[in-house]
Nanobody, 123 residues
């Protein structure tokens, strides 16, 4: 079993910054892609940023130049540095990871989600 735990959400004023963290634990052989998604009230979940095991990154157009995704030296962590936050960035942010794991003695590639962390941008 693999668990993803996010932290770092909170309330921030427009123009402020937050750094989200995602820590993966459990039976992990390796983590392939990691990503951050967000879902605002009444809207569909959208991909915010993603990073491959090789370090390649991609971003939603709405956050390019403001958000930076990275992976920690421990490899089982991911971060989302969010700068110049806007009201429309308010959402629940969730971490997602594609993991090579062992189940019943066999190696599988599975996708996991964290529980989400609330980010509220308000004056």
């Amino acid at each position: 079993q693999v668990q993803l735990v996010e932290s770092g959400g909170g309330l921030v004023q427009p123009g402020g910054s937050l750094r989200l963290s995602c820590a993966a634990s459990g039976t992990i052989l390796s983590i392939l892609d990691m990503a951050w998604y967000r879902q605002a009230p009444g809207k569909q979940r959208e991909l915010v940023a993603a990073i491959s095991d090789g370090g390649s990154t991609s971003y939603h157009d709405a956050v390019k130049g403001r958000f930076t995704i990275s992976r920690g030296n421990a490899e089982n962590t991911a971060y989302l540095q969010m700068n110049s936050l806007k009201l429309e960035d308010t959402a629940v942010y969730s971490c997602n990871a594609t993991v090579r794991t062992i189940v019943g003695g066999f190696i599988y590639r599975r996708n996991y989600w964290g529980q989400g962390t609330q980010v509220t941008v308000s004056s």
